[in-house]
């Protein structure tokens, strides 16, 4: 079955760790995009890629970093400098052009 | 910059009666696509309809109709004949294409549809 997996479902870590977040795609898709979405709000771009060893900061890229390694593979690190990290993270990708991008099933990050 | 504007927070409906969902977007490129997705309670997004910025018929999908007004810079959502199951979050996004391929949301409007 192609799709979009992000794992795990839920995720705990305690304050001041670093913590990696994975998104696999075998789609083929070119595009892969990472969306942080906090509680009734709209998605927020953190980074995209459109291609391998290459990507972009979104518009709250602080506190976060990612690689593209792997066409299939976009996984984003929440590091210690991100002051409120607890959220709902969404993986996309897509193909380039004028395609919908499909979504993982979503990371709900939990700082305590 | 690309910007989705979305100024309804929430929006009520009756079962079977019609219902719009506003979008107005902001972009300097001249190639760009608008997507509408839906996002229940579960938190899945699903994809709903397309448009292009050259396409001159507005798009439609089932009871999904987005009504494209490019000189106005809207892309309005329209349901009709709402179903319970409608209930839900509405995301209206824009990606500019041939260039940058950023995809931004905008902040979405809660649909509830009552019996």
């Known amino acids: 079955d192609g799709g979009i997996t992000q794992s795990p479902k839920y995720l705990f870590r305690k304050e001041g760790q670093n913590v990696t977040l994975s998104c696999e795609q075998n789609?083929?898709?070119?595009?892969m995009y990472w969306y942080r979405q906090d509680p009734g709000q709209g998605l927020r771009l953190i980074y995209y890629?459109?291609?391998?060893?290459?990507?972009q900061k979104g518009d709250i890229a602080e506190g976060y970093s990612v690689s593209r390694e792997k066409k299939e593979s976009f996984p984003l690190t929440v590091t210690s400098a991100q002051k409120n990290p607890t959220a709902f993270y969404l993986c996309?990708?897509?193909?380039?052009?004028?395609?919908?991008?499909?979504f993982g099933q979503g990371t709900r990050l939990t700082v305590v | 910059a690309q910007k989705i504007t979305q100024t309804q927070p929430g929006m009520f409906v009756q079962e079977k009666e019609a219902v719009t969902l506003d979008c107005t977007y902001d972009?300097?490129?001249?190639?760009?696509?608008l997507f509408w997705y839906k996002q229940p309670s579960s938190g899945e997004m699903i994809f709903l309809i397309y448009?292009?910025?050259?396409?001159?018929q507005n798009a439609t999908e089932g009871r999904y109709s987005l009504n494209f007004q490019k000189a106005r810079k809207s892309a309005n959502l329209v349901i009709s004949a709402s179903q319970l199951g409608d209930s839900a979050m509405y995301f209206c996004?824009?990606?500019?294409?041939?260039?940058?391929?950023?995809?931004?949301f905008g902040k979405g409007t809660k649909l509830t549809v009552n019996p």
């Open positions: 972009t300097s490129d001249q190639s760009y696509g």
């Open positions: 890629s459109q291609i391998v060893n290459d990507f």
């Open positions: 789609l083929n898709h070119d595009a």
């Open positions: 996004a824009m990606r500019e294409q041939g260039g940058s391929e950023k995809l931004v």
């Open positions: 996309a990708s897509s193909t380039l052009g004028p395609t919908e991008a499909f």
């Open positions: 448009q292009g910025s050259y396409d001159e």
